[in-house]
C-alpha cells in the first residue's frame, strides 16, 4: 500500500508542478476562474522546511511549492498538496508547513515577507469528511466560549477533484480539464481537446484509474512515433493507447489458447461448449461481470456483452490479460 500510494503522490506532483496546469489550477480554484496568476510569474519555491523534532531537528516536505513573482520579488508562495485520502489532523499539518515558511522570513532567512496560500487537492472519491476548521477539529473539547477569541483561526482549504461542479471544471484551460472530466464522467469520457504534456496525462489518468503501473509510457510513445509537441486530440491519443493495449491483450490470450473467436463464444453464450480455451475464457468473463457489479457498473457491463473490442478494453484496465 506505502510504494502504490507513493507512486500515485508523485505521478501527482509531476503533473500539477508544470507551470501552465499549476497556474490553470490556482486561477480557477482560488480566483473563480479569473486569470489573475500568470504562468510566467511562477518559480519553483523549495519544498523542504525545517522544525524541531524531541530530540533534533526534522525536515518536512510539501508537495509543490511555487513563488509568485512581481517586479522580482516574491509577492505569494503557494503550497499545493495532493491527498488521496482525507486526514482528519490535516489542519495541524497545514499549521507546521505554513508556520515553518513564516518562521524562516521571521529568522531572517528570506530576502522579503510575503503571504502564504496552502491548499489540498483531494483526488479520493469518498467526500472529503476531515475537519476544514480548528473549530470544529476541537469541538469535542470542552473549551470555554469566551476563550475562542483568543484561538486563532486556521482553516483548511480543500477541493474535491472528483466532485468538481461541471461549471467550475470548465473554466479550466490546461490539461487539467482533461483530468477532472475523466474523473467525473469515467469511461464514457470523450474529447476533442488538444493535449500538450502527453506522458504526464496518461500516467495521471492511468493512476486515477487505479492502475500504478506507468513506466512504460514513455517508451509507448516513442513506439508509436508521438512526440510531446506533436498536435494531438484526447480520443487520438487514448484511441491509440487502447488499440495497443487490445494488441498486447490478443497476443497473450493467443498464447494461452484463448481465440478472439473463442472468447467472442463465451461472451454470448456457454451453449458452443467447453473446451479449455473457452473454459478460460468463460472464467475470466465471470472475473470481469463480478467487477462490474461491485462497482455499479451496470453499464459497461451491457456493453461489454455484446462488444467485443471493449470488452477487451475492460480486461486490460482490470488487470485479467
Not at 14 to 27: C, G, K, L
Not at 71 to 97: E, W
Not at 248 to 275: D, N, Q, V
Request: include cysteine; hydrophobic fraction near 35%; proline fraction near 2%.
Amino acid at each position: 500500500m506505502g510504494k502504490t500510494k507513493e507512486k500515485k503522490d508523485t505521478v501527482e506532483k509531476e503533473f500539477v508542478s508544470f507551470t501552465d496546469i499549476a497556474a490553470d489550477v490556482i486561477n480557477v480554484l482560488l480566483y473563480e476562474g479569473e486569470e489573475i496568476t500568470q504562468e510566467a510569474s511562477l518559480h519553483p519555491a523549495p519544498t523542504e522546511s525545517i522544525y524541531q523534532g524531541s530530540k533534533k531537528l526534522r525536515s518536512q516536505y510539501e508537495d509543490l511549492c511555487k513563488y509568485e513573482l512581481s517586479g522580482g520579488k516574491v509577492k505569494i508562495m503557494y503550497l499545493i498538496a495532493n491527498q488521496s485520502r482525507t486526514d482528519g489532523k490535516m489542519l495541524l499539518r497545514k499549521a507546521g508547513y505554513v508556520g515553518g515558511v513564516y518562521r524562516e522570513q521571521y529568522e531572517g532567512k528570506m530576502q522579503d515577507s510575503f503571504p502564504v496560500i496552502e491548499f489540498i487537492l483531494y483526488w479520493g472519491s469518498p467526500r472529503w469528511k476531515g475537519s476544514r476548521e480548528l473549530g470544529r477539529l476541537f469541538r469535542k473539547r470542552q473549551i470555554p466560549e469566551k476563550t475562542w477569541k483568543y484561538i486563532d483561526e486556521l482553516k483548511l482549504h480543500v477541493f474535491e477533484m472528483k466532485h468538481l461542479p461541471e461549471e467550475t471544471r470548465k473554466l479550466f484551460q490546461s490539461d487539467m480539464r482533461i483530468v477532472v472530466d475523466y474523473f467525473a464522467e469515467g469511461e464514457r469520457y470523450r474529447s476533442d481537446r488538444k493535449i500538450r504534456h502527453k506522458a504526464a496525462l496518461i500516467k495521471m489518468i492511468k493512476v486515477l484509474s487505479g492502475e500504478m503501473d506507468t513506466e512504460d509510457i514513455e517508451r509507448w510513445m516513442e513506439e508509436q512515433g508521438i512526440r510531446e509537441e506533436d498536435d494531438l486530440t484526447v480520443c487520438e491519443l487514448f484511441d491509440q493507447y487502447v488499440r495497443q493495449g487490445r494488441k498486447e491483450g490478443i497476443s497473450i490470450g493467443r498464447a494461452e489458447g484463448i481465440t478472439a473467436g473463442k472468447a467472442e463464444g463465451i461472451a454470448i453464450g456457454r451453449a458452443e461448449g467447453f473446451a479449455t480455451g473457452r473454459f478460460e475464457g468463460e472464467n475470466r468473463f465471470a472475473r470481469l461481470v463480478k467487477m462490474l457489479l461491485d462497482c455499479g457498473r451496470s453499464e459497461d457491463l451491457q456493453k461489454a456483452v455484446s462488444d467485443q473490442g471493449y470488452r477487451e478494453q475492460l480486461y486490460v484496465e482490470a488487470g485479467f490479460i
